[in-house]
């Protein structure tokens, strides 16, 4: 059979459509989301060739209107995450088997029908089933995803590429095996692209997949599994179930076969799982590789010569998109002395003019947080930073939920730079903001270090070039992504990889060959032309 050394195509980031009043695209989606709010969507697990329903069905609706009923989706048990397993384990070696480029066509193909005929369809089932924005939606279930799956697959082109030197009558080759086993995603409600991406990456380089997204994610995550279906990705490489996360855990992390977990979530889930594959390390053929996300309790840092116009848009963007409810949201912000009237007044100028409800209305900015459980932690958060005589909320701090979950946008200045919505993630539309002494920079870049045990993101905002390199350097550890004069949100496949360390994950950089590369067991191959017949060296001849 011919061969040749394949060039996959040129990654190129997805255009972003902006759904101006008009345009083609704003009708389509709105004719999405109505047909999608018209029906109820029966969801199956997806186990090898098999759509399973179980009859146990779990109700999904809008978080802003949750009286309204998109669908039910079957949720299973234990014997249906052994089902997973085994079919995972019997897809392997045809799977793995399969020539890289492939595999690589299923996916470049994933892509191509999210940013064509499902495009419209996966954000619509985000914005319900999430309560995103359309922009929200856009450059999340649409862009991001598509630029996971195609820069991925650029990705493992050249990881396949780099190979080791040989010397003279040897050839030395290097093999990218998939791991021996199956591998395990778990994945979050907020990010319809990382909910697709951490299974896809494990299967692109030749893995099988158990996929457990979110119960309040199953709604998008459906789609995803219609599309990788339509693209052609064989029966048993992802099997997609609905089960309680301590019942997966319980069949998943005793199986013997268990090769590596890819984890967006909580930071004390993902030890909890991190420290019972510990207690189990013996059971596992191989030691099995473990990627985490996690959270983070992310800042701006803002010196006394930036501009305040600048800094209360960071805010407003960083803290305020979706709700708060991203891992790289900004929750904690740093504001010096001189600036902080006129922040105020442009944060508070902006705050105002929020329109917030359903998604269904474009016109609103703001949206619902995802349930009733975190509705209810945010609003604790809210009655204890009222409670603290050192706080003082000066926006927002009130929450309604009879129709959907509401939590208006809210500010708390702090004179307490360790109170407790300044150290603890909220995830949430919560900013706690810090008023230092404008000459105490440098003491602040340390109280910013030190107050929280995460590293996910953050940023600086100044005009101030020393300024901006000390803070550089002094928050090297504080962020895995670091931005200048920007909000600590939005990174972009191919251009901004994403991960941080700390308390935030193991920063194995979503969007980046790092990532795949952990989903890879290597394998050296030397192979010597002429070998040698004698065993005796030149040293040992006599004078």
Known sequence: ??????????????????????????????????????????????????????????????????????????????????????????????????????????????????????RYKINAATMLGQSKSPFQAEIDSACELIDFLRFNVYFMQQIYQEQPASSPGVWNRME????????????????TAI?????????????????????????????????????????????????????????????????????TGSTAVFQSMWKTIGQNIHKYKSYPRLVGETGGKDFVMVHKSANAKEVSTALTRGAFEYQGQKCSAASRAYIPSNLWEDVKKYLLEDLKTFKIGGTED?????????????????????????????????????????????????????????????CEEIFGPVLTIYVYHEENFEDTLELVDKTSPYALTGSIISKDRYAIELATKKLSNAAGNFYINDKPTGAVVGQQPFGGARGSGTNDKAGAKVNLLRWTSLRTIKETFVPPVDYRYPFLDKE
């Open 362 to 422: 474009f016109g609103n900015f703001f949206n619902a947080v995802i349930d009733e459980r975190s509705f209810d932690k945010i609003a604790s958060y809210i009655e204890q930073a009222r409670k603290n005589p050192m706080n003082e909320i000066i926006a927002g701090g009130k929450y309604d939920k009879s129709k959907g979950y509401f939590v208006e946008p809210t500010v708390i200045e702090s004179k307490d730079p360790s109170s407790v919505t300044m």
């Open 195 to 263: 909910a697709g991406n951490l299974p896809a990456s494990m299967a692109l380089m030749g893995n099988t997949v158990v996929w457990k997204p979110a119960y309040t994610q199953v709604y998008a995550a459906n789609v995803i599994m219609q599309v990788f279906k339509e693209a052609g990705l064989p029966d048993g490489v992802i099997n997609l179930i609905y089960v309680d996360g301590p019942v997966a855990g319980e069949v998943i992390f005793n199986h013997r076969d268990f090769a590596g977990l890819h984890f």
């Open 176 to 191: 990218y095996r998939p791991l021996e086993g199956f591998t395990f995603a778990l994945t979050p409600f907020n990010f």
């Open 1 to 118: 059979m011919p061969k040749g050394f394949f060039q996959v195509p040129d990654p190129r980031n997805e255009p972003v459509l902006n759904y101006a009043p008009g345009s083609k695209e704003r009708a389509a989606l709105k004719k999405a989301i109505e047909e999608a709010r018209a029906q109820e969507t029966d969801i199956p697990m997806y186990i090898g060739a098999e759509e399973i329903r179980t009859g146990n069905k779990k109700r999904l609706a809008p978080p802003h209107d949750h009286k309204h009923t998109l669908g039910y989706f079957h949720e299973g048990d234990a014997a249906h995450v052994e089902q997973a397993i085994d079919a995972a384990l019997a897809a392997k070696e045809l799977w793995a088997n399969l020539d890289w480029e492939h595999r690589a066509a299923i996916f470049l193909k994933a892509a191509d029908l999210l940013a064509g005929p499902y």
